[in-house]
């Protein structure tokens, strides 16, 4: 088999035209690889003439000529740009600043200053106990040391008439109001400038004795000589009363009303008031007549 047919006509436009692209390649590799003319260019722009110096100008100094470039005259600038502040590490970019806890103030620890002794010394009462509502005024007597005559005693802050027995004792009267009402009073003695006081001591005021009755009825009699009816709290006995009747071994009837039956004190001469009151034992009241006459003849 034949490669090449020289008889036809195509056969040979083929085998030219290979020809040509061969020779083509061969020209151009030739200008890359050995780089063509080795003529330098010839720089086509027109020279311009440089502007003459002035007269007294200092001429710029520069490199000689043929000395090359001296490179001493060259420095670094320096341009200190600012980096972005950058979040740390680990850093939470949504908090929030805090205020710092205060310090706590030390506060001084004050001494107390000790409660200075009294110069004057209250001991004892006589009476140390009394009754509330003691009709009548009495005297107390103060025992104690360092008395003097500028003293006087005071009750709950009120000054009492006083009398100098001795260095050791003192006597006072009591006003009935001042122990009206039951409770505890303070007593002391001190001069009047106050200079000069003793410690405190107490004087107990005690409730009265009541009877142990409840008025439950009333027995209407001529000339109005009433009886009372009472009933025991304790056994529940019913007593009949008239004035002048003792109660209780105690306490005397000195009134007798529908309202009410009021008793004395024998030994204290406090008054004491029992109101009418109904029978616990009965589902009624003790309802007191009307004041009448007694049946018997």
């Known amino acids: ?43 086509t722009i027109a020279g311009r003439p440089s502007p003459s110096p002035r007269a007294g100008a200092t001429p710029l100094s520069g ?29 939470n970019v949504f908090s929030f600043y805090e205020a710092p806890s205060p310090t706590p103030k030390v506060v001084p620890i004050v001494t107390p200053t000790p409660t200075p002794t009294p110069p004057v ?24 040391e360092k008395f003097t005559p500028a003293l006087h005693i005071v009750l709950d802050g009120r000054d009492l008439p006083t009398r100098f027995i001795s260095p050791q004792q003192l006597f006072a009267t009591v006003s009935a109001n001042l122990i009206a009402n039951p409770g505890v009073r303070q007593v002391m003695v001190r001069s009047n400038d106050g200079q000069i006081y003793s410690n405190m001591i107490t004087l107990n005021v005690t409730p009265p004795p009541l009877p142990n009755y409840n008025y439950v009825g009333l027995i ?7 009886t009372a009816v009472l009933q025991d709290k304790g056994n529940k006995d019913l007593l ?3 004035r002048g009747d003792v109660v209780g071994t ?29 029978d616990p034992n009965s589902p009624g009241s003790y309802r007191p007549p009307t004041r009448a006459v007694d049946d018997e003849p």
Do not use: C, W
């Open 220 to 226: 209407g009699k001529p000339h109005f000589n009433d």
């Open 1 to 43: 088999m034949k490669f090449f047919d020289p008889n036809n006509p195509n056969e040979k436009k083929k085998m030219i035209a290979a020809g040509a692209l061969g020779l083509v390649a061969i020209i151009v590799l030739g200008y890359v690889f050995f780089g063509g003319s080795s003529k330098p260019p010839t720089n």
């Open 240 to 242: 009949n009363v008239q």
């Open 250 to 278: 105690r306490f005397r009837v000195v009134s007798i009303s529908e309202k009410e039956v009021k008793l004395i004190d024998i030994t204290l001469k406090i008054t004491t008031t029992i109101p009418f009151s109904t």
């Open 121 to 144: 010394t209250a001991s004892s009462l006589s009476p140390s106990n009394v009754y509330a509502r003691t009709p009548a005024d009495f005297t107390l007597q103060l025992n104690g």
């Open 63 to 91: 490199p000689p000529d043929g000395g090359g470039d001296d490179l001493s005259i060259y420095q670094p600038i320096v341009y200190p740009v600012p980096l972005p502040p950058a979040s740390e590490a680990n850093r």
